[in-house]
């Protein structure tokens, strides 16, 4: 009996664990400033959504009616700017000027786009394409907090590349890592819970 109920107790916290880890995750949040006087301001915020994966969600005010702008990751600082290194998706501004954008971002971690080893800042421009000058740009920090996932997986937009470098993906979510390997290890447990006791009545 005493064999039977340790298997429980392993079974019970390997269930609470992989759960409790499941519905945490990294996050960071900024503003982004004007630039060249556009009057555009913003906020961003990056979620951690694997081991090199993360989630990239803005929105915005101060856009021209019905426009649309360009979008990315640069390396380096909005003082001391650097090379586009991911592409994000384009901010659409509706009737008042103001816009949105959800953007899973493929091949960088969480740690890394806080700056380590080099710092990274978020960028948008005058147009979509040709991009032109920029308008509104914000420096990726180190200020993290941990807060509730939502669940499920990150949906790829429409027009994502699935892979590559820059490249975007759903793919990798920190939750279905966990809880597919309580999936695997759940059966594990049962099926030795079952010899235990058929061993105990014999």
Same mark, same amino acid.
């Given at each position: 009996?005493?064999?039977?109920?340790?298997?429980? !107790?392993?079974?019970?916290?390997?269930?609470?664990?992989?759960?409790? @880890?499941?519905?945490?995750?990294?996050?960071? =949040?900024?503003?982004?400033?004007? !630039?060249?006087?556009?009057?555009?301001?913003?906020?961003?915020?990056?979620?951690?959504? &694997?081991?090199?994966?993360?989630?990239?969600?803005?929105?915005?005010? &101060?856009?021209? #009616?019905? =426009?649309?702008?360009?979008? %990315?990751? %640069?390396?380096?600082?909005?003082?001391?700017?650097?090379?586009?290194?991911?592409?994000?998706?384009?901010?659409?501004?509706?009737?008042? &000027?103001?816009?949105?954008? /959800?953007? #899973?971002?493929? %091949?960088?971690? @969480?740690?890394?786009?806080?700056?380590?080893?080099?710092?990274?800042?978020?960028?948008? %421009?005058?147009?979509? =394409? #040709?991009?032109?000058?920029? !308008?509104?740009?914000?420096?990726?920090? +180190? +200020?993290?907090?941990?807060? +509730?996932?939502?669940?499920?997986?990150?949906?790829?937009?429409?027009?994502? #590349?699935? /892979?590559?470098? &820059?490249?975007?993906?759903?793919?990798?979510?920190?939750?279905?890592?966990?809880?597919?390997?309580?999936?695997?290890?759940?059966?594990?447990?049962?099926?030795?819970?079952?010899?235990?006791?058929?061993?105990?009545?014999?």
């Amino acid at each position: 009996m005493k064999k039977l109920g340790l298997v429980g !107790v392993v079974v019970l916290m390997l269930v609470s664990t992989s759960f409790t @880890f499941a519905q945490s995750v990294r996050t960071t =949040s900024g503003v982004m400033n004007a !630039v060249n006087s556009s009057g555009v301001t913003g906020t961003f915020t990056i979620t951690e959504a &694997g081991a090199n994966d993360i989630m990239v969600k803005a929105t915005f005010k &101060g856009f021209q #009616p019905n =426009s649309a702008h360009a979008g %990315h990751i %640069h390396m380096g600082t909005c003082e001391k700017q650097g090379a586009v290194i991911f592409l994000l998706q384009a901010a659409k501004a509706d009737a008042s &000027g103001n816009a949105t954008i /959800s953007w #899973p971002v493929n %091949h960088i971690g @969480f740690d890394e786009v806080l700056g380590n080893p080099f710092p990274f800042y978020i960028q948008y %421009h005058q147009a979509d =394409s #040709p991009p032109g000058d920029a !308008v509104v740009c914000g420096n990726i920090t +180190a +200020a993290t907090t941990t807060a +509730a996932a939502s669940g499920g997986a990150t949906s790829l937009p429409t027009g994502a #590349p699935a /892979s590559g470098f &820059g490249g975007n993906s759903g793919e990798g979510s920190l939750n279905l890592y966990l809880l597919g390997g309580l999936v695997v290890m759940l059966p594990f447990s049962v099926a030795i819970y079952g010899v235990l006791r058929r061993k105990k009545n014999h």
